[in-house]
């Protein structure tokens, strides 16, 4: 075992490098934990309704789903069954409070226990069609106490454990953390705190990217068995330069935006998860603020505000001009969950304008998640698109000829 998980640790295409340690991982923890707090919300106010479409559980669970290799797919447990009346959260009233006074739970509570004990509670609902898959959501509530779920993570602790353990049911579930524990303790220098690590590599061992190994006496075969990963070794390759160049992409447009908002006469924020990224000779952070403005950094709202991309602030009152999100391939509903913890957090001091910025083909994907009834709220925001080739082609102009916010608001488009 102890072989296989370095060499997982070191392969390009493997869970560990292309999305254990992406940085996108991190950044949308808060967003989802805020998600599901407003799933909660509106399941006790009696507004969630009863279909999947649109709900804001569809926002969290796509959110989540939208993220690369382990969770695709996720979506699929909570889409409506009609024919099987399945998961029976939509039409049963009692089954939705249920729900979520255990989603509150674990967003409330601090220990093990307390988490163990809220799946145990919703395991004696016997709510058809609400098994396992629910731990998707308390993994990002509880990444050190709660593993991921999905048929390869069952599939690879089975082939690796010995185990026989099934889908669908909240017992074996348990087990099988209690198992993924040992695991992770038994060799916490090549893995992590976060459960996802371990998860990570028997979700790899799952889809048959490497057979689970045969023991020391065999290592001769397991070499042998692993020639097939290194005979992948291209297209994983291929598709590690992809995502650097995802986030080479995503870095260059902050960099515009950082570079424009100081030529006119703003302070600027970088987002503090990327603050170190390489940039044009130095750090996208050189020239930035190092701490946000004192009343945002006393709003319940802080640590995301801290995550939101680009903030262009007025130096003499520390109000925020603007505020970017740049969504270059990823969900767009955490950014917006973003913007509205600004909008909201700080009431008194509203920012004066708010920006999605996305390349060009995924204007009506921001148009269509503006559409959600959970993002209710965002119109009355008035938040704007900003196109990559607007930006690009006008930057250099608003940079020596522009003043204020009245140039880069000529570019965007609105969205209400």
Sequence with gaps: MRYLFARWRDDPGGTYQSWFLWEQRLKNFRSIRRGIAAVVAEIEAGNFGNVYKGSSLETVVGSIAEQRQIFKGADHAFLWKPKLRIPDIYENRDNQLAFARFLQTCACCTGEAQVIGAIQALDREAIKGLGPAAANLLYFLHPTLVPPFNTAIVKGYNALCGAKMKLGRWDEY?????????????????LSNDLGAVAGALFDIGTGRYPSPPGETALAQWEADLARV?????????????AREED????????????????????????SNDRNRPYAGGRLADGCRDHLPEAMENTPAVEAIRLIDVLWIEAATGRVAAAFEVEHTTSIYSGIVRMLDLALGLPAQPAHAL???????????????????????????????????????????IARFGQG????????????
């Design 230 to 242: 290194r005979e992948e070794a291209d297209l994983a390759n291929k598709a590690m330069r992809a």
């Design 248 to 271: 080479r992409t995503h870095t260059e447009i902050q960099g515009w935006l950082r570079d424009l908002g100081r030529a006119l006469g703003f302070e600027v924020w970088v987002a």
């Design 174 to 190: 348990l087990a099988m953390r209690r198992g993924m524990l040992a695991l992770n303790e038994q060799y916490r220098d090549l």
């Design 405 to 416: 916010m009245k140039a880069i608001e000529a570019i965007a488009r609105r969205l209400k």
């Design 355 to 397: 920006f999605l910025v996305a390349p060009d083909a995924r204007e009506g994907d921001v148009r269509d998640q503006l559409l959600r009834p959970a993002f209710s709220r965002v119109a009355d925001l008035n938040v704007r698109f900003i196109a990559y080739s607007e930006l690009e082609k006008h930057r250099e102009a």
